[in-house]
């Protein structure tokens, strides 16, 4: 039986992108479908019924949702290619910073659009901070990369800080992640975005400002 | 070389308990190193530095943080008595209905305690409906257990509902779980609190709940 593998995802969401990465770096055939997310399909809520998001992988006919876990669902299912470490103990580090960006860093970056004055200052300050502890990562280990010397499952969690959290700082005129406060974090970024496969999942840079000015707009708007 | 396996929690910590119950599911010795919260020991600040919470399983000296990694992290150095599905769709719907369990049932369960009232029913009504989403995952497939015949990885991290839950709603005065609008949940609660170990896991009622008395009044006071 031929596999069916897709991918509902939206082109601007930086959990959608670190899914497009995987299935690239381990060479799997899929049909990307973008969705539209103020008028979401009926193949979105078919396959993701609890929290009606992006990315959902669809398997055979299966739905997997949660961007780490269908990390994790890719690593089992096409074992070539290893992303996830492989001692138990380099898994738990990086499952641990995988988890600590997604509900620390991210969460905080998307707070920034929404907040007033002081508090912004805080956030931003919050943001710096955690992306040193994220840094440390590759500083103590003097690692190339967050999987050692290829990219892996940390590197494709902390990937979006190399589009999603970039365009995010220029939209809004703010400065998240800098060389001098991370220059560990910059390289990386540096050598991440060199490799073709990497770049080919970053998506268009001045449509991606366009867009993400519009939502912090919208955002300030509803906020009101 | 002897293995040494410590756990720091607390004892009325639904995370840690998870921890214990996984590590007596598998028969592992371990010392366990009650933490006062209010004064941090140097050993936690030592082995979880980011978020300086417990639980915290020291093995070999190497610290592992965050509930639902360190069980991971059991499963896959303690092979045997396997605590995840075996398959990479069942281990996926476990991982994704676990996160599930942390990020919205148990964050609104907090939430609660310093809500005031109309925003109380609202959260009340959440955990409901967030229940009856779980629930689902034992009538659909009619199953014992999340596990299937035995318990496993879900179980473990939905355990939390058989005392720090049921405690909640009695201190509280409220009704989170109830038989009528969760029958299964509370057939596969009965069977799984006759379960000698899981029994053994269960913080005493009266100590619980004169903590957890104290904790929600003081919460009140803080955030007055």
Redesign the interface.
Known sequence: MAEEVKLIGAWASPLSRRIELALKLKGIKYEYIDEDLPNKSPLLLKYNP?HKKVPVLV?NG?G???SL??L??ID??WTHNPILPKE??H??VA??WA??IDEKILQTALKIGSAIAEEKEKLIEEVHHDLK?LENELEVKEKEFFGGLEIGYLDIAAFFIGHWLQVRQEVMEIELIHEEKHPHLCKWLAKLLKIDVVHGCVPPKEKHIAFMKARIEAAKFSSK
């Open positions: 609890v398997h299966k997997i949702s949660e876990v269908i994790e669902y089992e299912t138990p103990y898994r738990a499952r641990f988890k600590f502890l």
